[in-house]
């Protein structure tokens, strides 16, 4: 299991306004949602944990080396995807899950680690059909969703094992049958989105660990908007599998966006309430909702990026439970993830101190040391994903 937890557990860390969340399975399977390793050290209250140092540190290790299962990019922009090529050289993923649209974005509108991880998703996918198969551990991908660039000759010979479309379940991971204790169901991306804006292409999944008997289950939206979390919901009920909507925790999309249930009209935002009553009936009893961001100010300015407060005054008329925030819940002086598990007893959120590794703890303390020294933030960061 993950360092720091003990059973089935979902773990939101502290990234700013990004997404990076763990799954952790079982003693050897984890599995790692996006990634935004983005320390800045700009002063002290910094509350963001050096997640590839911390994920060095507390992954299971493998034939000597750090071991991760899985790692999903949602999309390519750079708050999930920031440090995954230092993580590439300093962890073996067993395994990756994309959608197409990596494949088709032009380098100059990729930041260099989503670069790295496009050549190495095709690396993998001509290692794929190669083997003619399963290329094995370190090797492995899984493509998610439709795209035009799936019928290029790169393509071709591509096993079918390891392509999903939405309304399917995957109940493998790395090789393995993880049935018993993992499920994933692909929401989106949809055929037809695949031109869209990137943030509509986002892959959404429902993500359920633990037993049949005492199960805890995620909806992970990446960036989506309205329009494409309403069609979510439609095709998911028109399609009877109204139980993938169920949720234990939800990550609130795009870091706690109003766009999520809003829509301008003639330049006014419009409540859709559609969607915040849908996602209250799919709630299980003491759900909790997560805002993967910065600490939520009391009330935002025209045009601002998110967090947006009025989403979150929106999430918490329909919360049953808690609303967490990543950069709330973690400070300088107790730098820690939210984290929930779940066990025969149900869905805790786990309250304790969280320890950060001495890995984590040393380069934090330089990269704060080289920030004091200066009235700019550090142009180098020390043991973080580059840029």
Known sequence: MFANVTGPSFIFWPVGCGDSTMIAISETENLQIDLNDCVM????????IPLVDELVAKLPKRNGKPYLSCFVLTHPDQDHIRGFADLLKRVTIGEIWHTPRVFREFHKELSDDAIAFKKEAKRRVAASIAAGGDPGAGHRVRIVGYDIVLTDDDYKGFPLTFFTT?????????????????????????????AEARNETSLALQITVGTQASPMSGLFFGDLSYPTLRRVVDETRNHGNDHALAWNVLLAPHHCSKKAMYEKVDGT???????????????????????????????????????????????????????????????????RPVIFTVTAAGVTHVEGDYTLSEEAKKDLAAAVAAARGSNAPPVGKVGFGHE
């Open 269 to 335: 935002d419009v409540l859709k309430q559609d969607i915040l009553d849908d996602l209250e009936g799919a709630q299980r009893a003491g759900g909790c909702i997560v805002a993967s961001s910065s600490a939520i100010p009391t009330s935002n300015s025209h045009g601002d990026n998110p967090p947006h407060a009025k989403a979150k005054n929106r999430y918490l008329e329909i919360v049953s439970g808690q609303f967490l925030c990543t950069g709330e819940h973690s400070t300088a002086d107790n730098m």
């Open 41 to 48: 050290a700009q002063e002290d209250s910094n509350e963001k």
């Open 166 to 194: 939405p309304g399917q379940w995957i109940t493998t991971l790395d090789g393995a049958d993880v049935a018993a204790r993992f499920a994933a169901f692909v929401h989106a991306p949809f055929k037809d989105d695949s």
